[in-house]
C-alpha cells in the first residue's frame, strides 16, 4: 500500500531564517506531487506542483521554491522566511496516468509551521 | 483563487440527523471531489464524482452534481459524533493535473 510521509511536523522558525520541509511517498511509482498551505480556518492554497523529476509548476508567486530531485520526494524551501509564511503545509500525491485528467489525491499529515 | 465555495460556513446538528453541505463553482470541469479534514490533520478523500454522473453513493456518503447550474451536494446521512470535521470541495479542470479546493464547512455533530 501507498504511504506518504511529511516532516517535520511542527516547526517554529525565525523571520529570516531558511526552510526546508520534506515529503516522500512510498508505494507508487512516478506520482504527481503537490504542495498546499492551508491559513487558519480556510482552504487549501496549491502552492507548486510537480508530474516528474525535475518538473516544477509554480502556482502562486513568493519567496517559496520546490524542488522533485528524486521520484517520490518533493522539497519545499525557502532562503528566508516572512512572517506571512506561517501556516500548515501539506503534501499530497496521485496518480499519474496521462495528461488532462486529474484523479484523487492523497495527503500527508501536514507540517505546521510558525515564524515568529 | 479558489473556485469552489462551500455552502453553509459551519453547520451544528445533533447526532442521527443528516447533514447536507453544497459547493458552487464557476468554470466547466472534469470531476469533482469532496475531503474531509480532522482538525491539524491532513486531507482525506471522501469521493469523485465526474461531470457526466449525477449521483454517486458511498456508505453514508451521498454526492450529487448538476453542471447546468455549476453546484454540487454532499449528504451525510444519520451523522455521528466522529463525522465532526470539515469537508472541502475541490474541482479538477477539463484539462492539467491539480485541484482548485473551496474554503469548506466545518461541521459539528453534537452527541
Known amino acids: 500500500s501507498q504511504t506518504i510521509h511529511q516532516w517535520p511536523a511542527t516547526l517554529v522558525q525565525p523571520v529570516g531564517s531558511p526552510l526546508s520541509l520534506e515529503c516522500t511517498v512510498e508505494?507508487?511509482?512516478?506520482?504527481?506531487l503537490y504542495w498546499y498551505r492551508q491559513a487558519a480556518g480556510r482552504g487549501l492554497q496549491l502552492l507548486f506542483y510537480?508530474?516528474?523529476?525535475?518538473?516544477i509548476s509554480s502556482e502562486v508567486p513568493q519567496n517559496l521554491s520546490a524542488s522533485r530531485p528524486q521520484d517520490r520526494q518533493f522539497i519545499l524551501s525557502s532562503k528566508k522566511l516572512l512572517l506571512s509564511d506561517s501556516g500548515f503545509y501539506l503534501c499530497?500525491?496521485?496518480?499519474?496516468?496521462?495528461?488532462?485528467?486529474?484523479?484523487?489525491?492523497?495527503f500527508g499529515p501536514g507540517t505546521r509551521l510558525t515564524v515568529t | 483563487s479558489q473556485q469552489g465555495e462551500e455552502d453553509p460556513q459551519a453547520l451544528s446538528i445533533q447526532e442521527g440527523e443528516n447533514a447536507t453541505m453544497n459547493c458552487s463553482y464557476k468554470t466547466s470541469i472534469n470531476n469533482l471531489q469532496w475531503y474531509r479534514q480532522n482538525s491539524g490533520r491532513g486531507l482525506v478523500h471522501l469521493i469523485l464524482?465526474?461531470?457526466?454522473?449525477r449521483e454517486k453513493h458511498s456508505g453514508r456518503l451521498r454526492v450529487t452534481l448538476d453542471t447546468s447550474k455549476k453546484s454540487s451536494s454532499l449528504l451525510i446521512t444519520a451523522s455521528r459524533a466522529a463525522d465532526t470535521a470539515s469537508y472541502f470541495c475541490a474541482t479538477a479542470s477539463e484539462y492539467g493535473n491539480k485541484l482548485v479546493f473551496g474554503a469548506g464547512t466545518i461541521l459539528r455533530v453534537k452527541s
Open positions: 464524482i465526474r461531470s457526466n454522473e
Open positions: 510537480s508530474v516528474g523529476i525535475g518538473q
Open positions: 508505494g507508487t511509482s512516478n506520482p504527481n
Open positions: 499530497a500525491w496521485s496518480v499519474s496516468l496521462g495528461r488532462g485528467y486529474t484523479y484523487e489525491q492523497y
